[in-house]
């Protein structure tokens, strides 16, 4: 009997032996392989969270940079043409030394010319702006119909002129003649900006 509880015991502790190993031998594999896969499945699934939220932004920024694009081209082409109505500095002065001309030829007298530092009522360009307004007085004597002629010659260009504060009087009432004062202004571009125009 004691021969067959040594047996029964050696038996069992064989067992318990065995189970003891299997259970070391599973945790060890369990923390060998699949401990750390788990970590890589864990650090995978962050990165693919993150990566997806990268992957939004990315998307969001390509989308704002797009308008911002075409925002700029839109500006761009609207500065082309505001460009095309200002006076480079070489034109200004050709137009101003025209002007003496143009009343001789729609035949107006000229009766004063003179530069003027106030701006009437254009509106004065920003002061990190390389336009300036330029102004002149003009004191003419004519027809109305040559001064009309006189005013739409003025104004028949590409780039834009202003004329404002149009005083118009009897200035000889036998010869049917007017006197009219004016004032003519232009925008004139920089040095920087005109050789950026051409």
């Not at 004191?139 to 739409?152: C, D, F, H």
Request: aromatic residues 8%.
């Amino acid at each position: 009997m004691a021969f067959e509880n040594w047996t029964k015991t050696a038996y069992f502790s064989r067992n318990v032996a065995f189970a003891a190993l299997v259970v070391i031998g599973t945790i060890a594999v369990y923390n060998w392989f699949i401990v750390p896969h788990t970590s890589y499945l864990g650090a995978a699934q962050r990165y693919e969270l993150v990566a997806s939220k990268l992957a939004k932004t990315n998307r969001l920024i390509s989308n704002d940079v797009k308008a911002k694009k075409r925002e700029v081209k839109e500006l761009n082409e609207r500065l082309a043409k505001v460009r095309t109505k200002l006076f480079g500095p070489a034109q200004a002065e050709e137009f101003f030394d025209s002007i003496e001309d143009v009343a001789r030829e729609m035949n107006c007298r000229v009766l004063s010319i003179k530069f003027s530092d106030s701006l009437s009522s254009r509106k004065e360009p920003a002061a990190d702006s390389d336009i300036t307004v330029k102004s002149v007085l003009l004191n003419v004597a004519g027809s109305y119909k040559n001064v009309a002629a006189m005013i739409n010659k003025l104004q028949n260009r590409t780039e834009q002129v202003w004329i404002d504060g149009v005083k118009i009087k009897s200035f000889n009432e036998d010869l049917g003649s007017l006197k009219c004062d004016m004032r003519i202004a232009i925008c004139v571009m920089g040095d920087k900006e005109a050789s950026a125009n051409e």
